[in-house]
């Protein structure tokens, strides 16, 4: 259960919108070629991981915290297979990405937009189908 909470932080601290990278010496290294993450496919990822916390954050609520938690971890983990990323991979790529923090910016407006556009095509459906003879 700890270890569930535990990397559910993990992955709200590093997802968040809040660069962190800025804050100490250590210099993130460029992950090696079969470990970067190409940049529109880590937009989509972050786009998904954002989405993913809003649910658990409605979720929290309504089911008890275990349930929360173990949801949590299938949740990303899917993305995480979704996207033939690792968890590693993904915290390595991020502390990369964050370093180029006007590129880094650039992302999380894309992020936003792709955000938008889900939400928008869930709720600009039409109410009423028309049903051609």
């Known amino acids: 259960m700890i270890r569930t909470f535990k990397y559910l932080l993990m992955i709200l601290a590093y997802a968040g919108i809040i ?6 010496n250590k210099s993130s290294q460029r992950p090696v070629d ?5 940049e529109e ?9 954002e989405i993913t916390e809003a649910a658990l954050k409605v979720l929290q609520g309504k089911i008890s915290t275990d349930s929360v938690q173990m949801i949590a971890r299938k949740s ?3 993305i ?13 790529n991020l502390r ?5 923090h ?3 910016k650039e992302m999380l407006e894309e992020k936003t937009t792709i955000i938008t556009l889900k939400k928008d095509s869930i709720t ?10």
């Open 19 to 24: 660069s962190l990278s800025g804050c100490g």
């Open 34 to 38: 079969e470990d970067l993450i190409k």
């Open 41 to 49: 496919t880590m937009v989509r990822l972050l786009a998904d991981i």
């Open 76 to 78: 990303y983990d899917s």
């Open 80 to 92: 995480f297979l979704h996207y033939n990323v690792t968890a590693d991979q993904f915290r390595q």
């Open 96 to 100: 990369y990405y964050q370093e180029n």
């Open 102 to 104: 006007d590129g880094y």
């Open 124 to 133: 600009n459906t039409p109410e009423k189908f028309e049903i051609k003879k």
